[in-house]
């Protein structure tokens, strides 16, 4: 029962700022690990960001980092991506997870262990 619905995406010119938003509903307050993943057309899926629910630990991909910033809101079970300083290669569909895989580092992975996805958010950055 548990949904992720992400909104937020839109058109940007490169340099611009967006913020990604994902409502989690069908719980009762996070758990495990979320996650940010993009994929464009004809690409491979990346992870992008994830963030530790219980204790707020975060991870991110070298392509973003220091850019982008994930971060939740337990009164509203909701979870943030804050995209700044965007480039016309973040171009993508930005994709909500949720799951409970091992952690590594004390950190979320940004690949495997995500089975609840949300319908995907488009981001299109211009040059």
């Known amino acids: 029962q548990v949904q992720l619905v992400e909104s937020g995406g839109g058109s940007v010119q490169a340099g611009g700022s967006l913020t990604l938003s994902c409502a989690v509903s069908?719980?009762?307050?996070?758990?495990?690990?979320m996650a940010w993943f993009r994929q464009a057309p004809g690409k491979e899926r990346e992870g992008v960001a994830t963030i530790r629910t219980r204790g707020g630990h975060t991870n991110y991909a070298d392509s973003v980092k220091g850019r982008f910033t994930i971060s939740q809101d337990n009164a509203k079970n909701t979870v943030y991506l804050q995209m700044n300083s965007l480039k016309p290669e973040d171009t993508a569909m930005y994709y909500c997870a949720a799951g409970f895989p091992l952690y590594v580092n004390g950190t979320c992975p940004l690949a495997h262990g995500y089975n609840n996805w949300g319908q995907g958010t488009q981001v299109t950055v211009s040059s």
């Open positions: 069908g719980v009762t307050y996070l758990r495990g690990c």
